[in-house]
């Protein structure tokens, strides 16, 4: 059972590139969503989908893109790098019904590092 | 917009004895979740405990419990016999509509042997 996973782990890139974070779940969640980490702000929401097709923006969402065109899969693009971008990564998901309807589960994170 | 203030950036606790780490919220709802997570140097994020609004006991899960002032809007969490295990970040989420949860700024926890 993997549960969810992210991909890379560790990224490095230039300012101004394309990169895309990718995050994927096997539990068939409805709900999953983008969070930033930094030091000093715990973790911020930047996008989070409802379902496949159905995307919102949370507390950050400026600077990135998301899509959702299956329930498994969850990508996070960054269109043009900053370096104030530079942050860990978690994707998380959740169901719908049950106790899993309140509870989140994280992914690994993805450290990206922009120079 | 709600808010999660965690006030103590770092504590210190002694293998085998208790901590308790605070949390204050500010929200208008009255209906909500509160949720106490572990970040250990891995970086994962493991659910600790979770408390709904309308429920008045505090939650327990083994060594870990709450105190939930709903009208002072204060959610801390103890922690007895503690462990080496326990050092990690930890953080107090809130939520209320399921979607946008957030979170405190985190309070890293020490545990001297």
């Known amino acids: 059972d993997a549960g969810i996973t992210q991909s890379p782990r560790y990224k490095i890139t230039e300012t101004g590139r394309q990169v895309t974070l990718m995050c994927h779940q096997t539990w068939s969640h409805s709900y999953m969503f983008w969070y930033r980490q930094d030091l000093g702000h715990g973790l911020r929401l930047i996008y989070y989908s409802a379902a496949a097709d159905i995307t919102d923006k949370g507390e950050v969402p400026d600077g990135y893109v998301v899509s959702r065109s299956k329930t498994e899969n969850f990508p996070l693009t960054l269109e043009s790098a900053t370096r104030s971008q530079t942050s860990v990564y978690f994707c998380?998901?959740?169901?719908?019904?049950?106790?899993?309807?309140?509870?989140?589960?994280f992914g690994p994170g993805t450290r990206l590092t922009v120079t | 917009a709600q808010t999660v203030t965690q006030s103590q950036p770092e504590m210190s606790v002694q293998e085998a004895e208790t901590v308790t780490l605070s949390c204050t919220y500010d929200t208008s709802e009255s209906d909500y979740y509160l949720f106490w997570y572990k970040q250990p140097p891995s970086r994962q994020m493991i659910l600790v405990i979770r408390q709904e609004a309308y429920k008045q006991q505090n939650a327990t899960e083994n060594r870990f419990s709450v105190n939930f002032q709903k009208a002072a809007k204060s959610f801390s969490l103890k922690i007895s016999d503690s462990q080496l295990g326990d050092a990690a970040m930890y953080f107090c989420a809130y939520i209320h509509n399921n979607n946008d949860m957030r979170f405190g700024a985190g309070t890293r926890l020490t545990v001297k042997p």
């Open positions: 998380a998901s959740r169901g719908t019904s049950g106790r899993a309807s309140y509870e989140q589960y």
